[in-house]
C-alpha cells in the first residue's frame, strides 16, 4: 500500500461482487440469525407474492352478489398484510442486528491486526488512512449486510416469484415483458463495471482525505507556528476536491443507469398494459386478472430497478471489503515464531548484538546498522552517544524488535529474539522514549499503564522517584487530573517524568532510556538522574544520550558514528582515547563552561 495515493496501480485495480465473500468468516458464527433472517425474508416475500391473487379476487367479486364472499377476500387481504408487516419488521430487526454485531467484529478484527504492526508497516501507511478503513469502509460493509443484502434478496425472490406468477396469469403478456428483459441487463452490466471502478476510486481519496486531515490535527500546532495553515487547508481542500469529483462522477454513472434502467422498464409495463386492457375489452381476461397481472409487473419492475440499484452498493461494499481484506492479510515484516521458545525464568537481562546489519525500509540505501557486535552484562548500564542519525536509538528499537536485522542477531540471556514471542520478551523491557507518549487520560492512569495491576501507592512512589509527585499534586485533580490528547495539559518536561514513572513502575530487568533526560531543567534533571542511578543497579540498563553529562557515570559508554560503533569504554578513558567523543566532550563542556 503506498501512502496517501489512490492512484497507484495496486489501488486502482476493482474486483469482482466476489469480493464480498470475505465477509463469510465474520458471519459465520451467526448462521442461527443468518438462517432466522432468511426465513423472515421468505415469508415477507411469499406473503408480497399472494398480495396481487387476494386483490383480483375482491376486483373480480365485484362483479358477483355474493357479498358474503366479498367479505372473505377483504378480510384475507388484511390478513395477508398483517403478515408482511410483521415478517418485515422481523426481517429488520435481525439483518440490522447482524450487521451491527458483524461489523462490531470486523471493527475488533482490523484493529487488532493493525495494534500489532511493527513500525515498518506504518512507514508505508497512514495512521489516518486506517482509521478511514476501520469507519468509512465498515460502515459500507453495515449498510449493505444491515440492509442492501436483505433487500436485494427479497427482490431477487419477487423477481423470480412475480415472473412466474405473470406467466401463470397470462402467458402472452409475460412473452411480451421478457422481450424487455435484455435491454434492462446491457446497462446494467456496462455501466456497473464503470460503477465498481469509481467506486474503489471514491473510497481510496476518502482514506486520502481523512489521513491528510489526521495529519494536520496531529501537529496542529507546528502547522500554526510556522503559519502553514492556508497550504494546509489548500492541500486538504484538494485532496477533499478530488473525493468529490471522483463521488459527482460515480453519482452520474448510477443516475444514467437509473434513467435507463426504469425508462425501459415503464415503457414495457406501459404498452404491456394497453395491450391487455384490449384482451380485457375482447374478453380474453378479466377486469381481476389484468389488474393482478398488472401488480406483478410492477413488482418485478420494481424489483429490477432496486437490483440495479442496490447491484452499485454491492459494488462499494465489495470495495470496501477488499480494502478491509488487505489490512487483514496485510504481511508484517516481524512476526513471532511458529514454535516459541521461552525464556530463562527469572529474566537476567543480558543483551548481545553479533554482527546486526540493518536498513529502514523508507532508507534502503544507507545502513542504520552496519556489523553491530556489542553485549551488555545483566545489570550493567550502557551509555550510546554520537551524532544524531549515528544508529543510537536503532539499537534501541532493535532490542524491542520492532525490526529484525537484516543479519546477524540480536540476543536476550542468550536466546535469539526472534525466536521468543513479542508480548514475551517485552514484559521484561521497560522503556522511555524520547519524545514520550501520554494517553488522553487522568495522570494516574498514564503512570499505571506501565502495569496495569499497580495500586496506588506504587503509583505513587514511581511518580516520586521520577521527581513527578511535586508537579502532580499541584494539578486541579491532582493524580485524577485529566491530561487531555497527547498530554496537551502538561509541559515537555512533565511529559518527560510521567514516562520516565511509567518505566520506574514497570519494574523491569531491562531499563531503555532514549533521551529521558531531554526536557527537563537541571534541578529535576538531577533529580531524575539520582532515581535513574538507583533504579539501575538492579536492571540492565541502556541510556541513549546527547548531553554526556548525563551519562558520565555510566559503567561503559560506546560510541556510534554512521552505523558503526567507533569507541567504547569508560568517559575518562574516552576523553583521553581522543577522537569523536573528546571532541563532543570538549564542544558541550566548555560551552556549558562558556554559559555558567
Known sequence: MARNDPNTEDRAKSKRIGALAGLWPFIRPYRGMLAAAVVALVLTAGVSLTLPLAVRRVVDGFETSASQLLDSYFMAALVIVGLLALGTGLRYYLVTRLGERVVADIRKAVFDRMVGMSPAFYEKVMTGEVLSRITTDTTLILSVIGSSVSVALRNVLILIGGMVLMLFTSPKLTALVLLIVPAVIVPIVVLGRRMRALSRENQDWIAASSGSASEALLSVQTVQAFTHEAATRKSFADVTEQSFVSAKKRIGTRALMTVIVIALIFSGVVGVLWIGARDVRADM?????????????????????ALSEIWSELQRAAGATERLAELLAAEDTVSDPAQPVALPQPVKGEIAFDNVRFHYPSRPDTAALDGISLTVKPGETVALVGPSGAGKTTIIQMIQRFYDPESGEVRLDGVPLKDVTRAEFRKSIALVPQDPVIFADTAKENIRFGRPDASDAEVE??????????????LPDGYETYVGERGVMLSGGQKQRIAIARAILRDAPVLLLDEATSALDSESERAVQGAVEELSKDRTTIIVAHRLATVKKADRIVVFDHGRIVAEGTHDELVAQGGLYARLARLQFTEGLAAE
Open 461 to 474: 512512589s514511581a511518580a516520586r522517584a521520577a521527581a513527578a509527585h511535586d508537579f502532580l499534586v499541584a
Open 285 to 305: 381476461m378479466t377486469v381481476g386478472e389484468l389488474v393482478q397481472f398488472v401488480i406483478y409487473a410492477i413488482m418485478v419492475a420494481g424489483a429490477v430497478g
